[in-house]
């Protein structure tokens, strides 16, 4: 029998810059071809505290926005229309629903929507634009939702788009061979989903740099042939020494830092790709000579797109990346600020921190 | 001041095999996201005879549904949540309109979506599967619109999916470079089209084979450099002489013919590509050997996708494609059952023939 | 000190149709970017038969030539302007050398060079158009040549062609993407390396299908998901059902069998792609329609290319691809003829077959 | 009967930094597939200069070493093993030759090969690291010949490269499609030819920007649709402006200038692309916020690659491109060191300067 559905629920609403406090709202409801969510597990990412600030480009104003972009749950409703999903189905999100109609989403580019934050025209940004996880209930649209096979779980499930966006980064690139050795910059919960997935799509050889020891360490575990601490080696030079002076096939950049972004344009062997994920939020100085001379190509990348949270979900379940080594904490929702707090600061080790709306 | 929009219109209404009734029938009100569209122009196609037959997969049960779906006009209405269209804008529209959410559509292949036909996931086929625009008014959901310039006529822009179903080809083989040569198969409007665009893209040799002087000579007209009666000369033979014996670089297959699509697999240079945009209706019957020791690639295309239809206008504004060349015949909707036999039977040369809705 | 070069050998001599002859030869001179190879293992492959029985285009005459093109062992001596290999390097071999400069060797895509069996032109076709590995002592092109991880073995790196094939045929496509679905067709070599390969890039389901139940179980072996004997079960069938009615992203057809090729067309889903690896040495009878409608995309494959040896070496040496389990027998040169009938007639199960020339 | 060819010569001979002599030398021989060529005509290029400083990396030493790398003319004797040339000939050169066997060659980025400037692999960089056509005779191999048809002159094919460079450009972007909006940054030769070229291949809007009113005078005979001085007006404000705000699908860089490389990853729309052709020689300073969010891709071009000289031919004979509007000076060999000048100070309008070594 299905599970009653309150009227009131709590979430986290932020109430002005930094302040997200929990409140008792009310339950959404589903309108045409949305379900709604029974949140197991939102994840933090990266972009959160900048929403929190209230930095982000056409958020909703203070006092009835709840942010959250990395969750799953179970749909314990369904609006009209909706025919590829129940209730009782486990799903995992994908945070940006194009507009479906302007020239990008009909080139399934979706996350790069030209009608981006514009709600009326259909575009989602859930967390971002519209009303995201950290609440006990959210309602989605059907084009982001993935069901979630019964051996992966709702915290692993959480981080499908750290994989998803990885995925759709190489994507992006004209996708990885097998066999080729690649170099992820910084060692982050994007780091090092990118070092499991790309061994897991046939690289042979992942170079992986940082300066965080631990973080390093985990990298090591998931997969990293070579690890780089970059307060103690120069990583250019580290990325040369792993391929006999030649460079990489592909560099993947993400750690945002101005530093490592330059960088990036010097490890590419003749004709390789560099990937950047991470964005310098400040200019980068980069000497193009290389890139002309030797054919490089980059792309950018904005989050997961193409769809490719079910090819994630799809590696999830077969076992070939794994969520967990980078899940350091959990906490309720009542502990959203202290969960935060621990993340940003990266207090006891943390790199991914999840949270349990519903206990 | 805008037109005044009446309650009752005229349209061909399909009301058992081959059985297409003008009638008096309400005119539609736009959705959220529809315009409602004065139609000016509406060309016949070379699938309307199968659905007028009554034989397209998921088409509307007869006495309630109007096809026609290669159309033109001026929106007179529009439904609410529309933002980039207004009353007076003239149109081009194309026929499919995905789900928006099924993991084909996500990655841009909305004319392959994966819930073709089902109404109620939001899907459209303009024509076939919904109402299309053999009628004096037509709604269509703003992802099936595209703004006409002022250079270009109705007529014209009424078979903006002739050349987008090329272009779309096209992108399904990978595109076509500058400096290619390419055979085109059957000097239908697509043929036709296929030629003009394939030149306009840069193509520097065009063989154009076919069986109907007339339309050859038009071929010859909007650009061909070889044309080759195939019941004078080999096909086969003809496009090695054309091109030192090395076969082209690009096979467009137009004409739905089993043996031109026989031929298709015999006619490419080692690595080269075919298309095939003509449905045979039968089985062929090929010898892969050369597909397989020769590299070759070959793709099938459904129809415009990809948003190409925008492009295509570009092209038309811009002079480098032109549909007039291929318009022989006009008719008032009245008369939609002569037209449809003019261009079924070819009638007195007829190529394209446009039905004007609207006198 | 490195191993004196004897001045004659043994070698299979090819001296009429289905007549392999040991003989006492000379032992060849590498020419300018030419080395001295002394072979260690050459692998039979199922294109051998034909050169045996004097049907490949441009072969050399009977009685001076010597058939093998999967091969591995050491470099023994080094002509003029060889840089970057030396002798002692352990190395394993393409069977392709392009003639460099024609258009498609231009564009890297050498294993279709237009200067086929041309000797003149440089062009090489080892073991097929100029003298191969069923011999103690073979020269290659160093444009042919790859080195061996440490911790691969001879007898594996024989068979990096049967990957290199398939990474291929791959390319050809456009590549894989992870989380896809596959279905292989045909348990044979190349089948069997197709498994592996497109797990170890990412594939999540993997349906192998085919005739021999032993076969069949070494697929499961090595990681098919779903293995279908279609003496018992239709493979079309059997394919929607693993993929919930969709049928796969992609299907590799290594049989070479018509039935099996013909049934390739159907088991894409809408939007799918199909490498056709096996040669159906007849003319097979494909229903297009599906090709057409579901935007289906297809690529043949001749052989290796694009340096993917190397790609493939390297997973060899990641462990992520296995000869081992493929290889069943070994004979001394000598056996060549008894090799050759076990492989073609699969007496006792063979499946790959290699012969050790020096022992 | 064929001319006779002389034991002496006349050609530019780099005796020291910017010292270029002329004087009388050998006439070379062809060697196994070498031809050699009665150069015609031999334009300079903008990274002459360089060459001639001395500063080319891999350049032969000074006193026995021509430059010169735009060349065309006619065979006068052909090596051994040359089966594709004869004597009598007008061919178009490109300036590079890989060695054809690393890594790079074998995927047909023989611009990038990376035995770059070791003649002894087989490595040719014509005019770079090896004689080029600032003489009456070169020797070239035969992967770097292009036949010309008989419509187009000696001089314009010794542009071809210029075209061939931008087509490859394009190629590493993914190709262009019909009916996209190009930027082309910087009216040099590379500029002029890249309007031309995106015209031909479909784009139908072409904003040229610069600085000199005569340069983007022609850049507007040759189509391009709108052209922009960056002294008046801001390019990036130019580019949205003509764009209704949203950017160009493709920007092309040109000119080599710091400030147009850092604009260039501003102008196109989400999901643009931008080539990188021209060096800017020293770091540029980008801000790559854009490029992370909106999913750009760039790619760097060395020169012309893919033998897409054959394919700029093609369009030359066509007359869908071409060289005449850039050729505004010619001068006999003897005044090279005019010659130079006067395409280096730009005197009196020049924009491309021709060479005739043969009068």
Redesign the interface.
């Given at each position: 029998m299905p599970e009653k559905i309150p009227e009131k629920m709590k979430a986290a609403v932020l109430c002005g810059p930094d302040d997200l406090q929990i409140k008792e709202v009310d339950v959404p409801s589903p309108a045409p071809?949305e379900v709604l969510i029974k949140v197991m597990a939102c994840a933090i990412c990266g972009s959160d505290p900048t929403v929190i600030k209230g930095n982000w480009p056409n958020q909703p104003p203070f006092g009835g926005f709840t942010p959250g972009h990395e969750y799953s749950g179970q749909i314990v409703a369904v609006g009209p229309?909706v025919?590829?999903f129940k209730v009782g189905d486990r799903v995992a999100i994908e945070t940006h629903k194009g507009c479906?109609?302007?020239?990008?989403?009909?080139?399934?580019?979706?996350?790069?929507c030209?009608n981006y934050g514009?709600n009326?025209?259909?575009h989602r940004h859930y967390g971002f634009t519209t009303n995201g996880g950290y609440a006990q209930y959210v309602v989605n649209?059907?084009?982001t939702l993935y069901k979630i096979a019964d051996n992966v779980e709702f915290d692993e499930a959480a981080l499908v788009t750290t994989a998803a966006c990885v995925?759709f980064a190489l994507?992006?690139l004209?996708?990885l061979?097998?066999?080729?050795s690649v170099a992820v910059l910084g060692p982050g919960p994007i780091g090092l989903m990118a070092v499991q997935?790309v061994k897991?799509?046939?690289a042979?050889?992942v170079i992986l740099t940082g300066t965080r020891e631990s973080r390093l360490k985990v990298g090591k575990e998931v997969g990293a042939d070579v690890i780089v601490d970059i307060n103690k080696e120069d990583p250019i030079e580290a990325v040369m020494k792993a391929t006999d002076g030649?460079g990489v096939d592909v560099v993947i950049e993400c750690s945002g830092s101005k530093k490592a972004?330059e960088e990036a344009f010097q490890m590419p062997k003749?004709?390789g790709r560099i990937s950047?994920?991470?964005?310098?939020?400040e200019?980068?100085?980069?000497?193009?000579?290389k890139?002309?001379?030797?054919?490089?190509?980059?792309?950018?990348?904005?989050g997961e797109?193409?769809?490719d949270c079910?090819?994630?979900?799809?590696?999830f379940?077969?076992g070939?990346i794994k969520a967990k080594p980078l899940i350091t904490h959990t906490f309720p929702l009542e502990d959203v600020n202290i969960a935060l707090k621990t993340y940003m600061e990266r207090i006891d080790g943390a790199i991914k921190v999840v949270i349990h709306p519903n206990g």
């Open positions: 071809f229309n025919i590829n479906g109609y302007c020239e990008n989403c009909k080139r399934g580019k979706y996350t790069i030209l514009k009326e025209t259909g649209h059907v084009s995925h994507d992006n004209g996708g061979l097998g066999g080729e997935l897991a799509l046939g042979t050889k030649m972004a003749r004709g950047l994920i991470g964005d310098p939020h200019p980068v100085t980069v000497n193009l000579r890139f002309v001379l030797d054919d490089l190509r980059a792309a950018g990348v904005r797109g193409m769809g079910k090819r994630s979900l799809a590696l379940s077969a070939k």
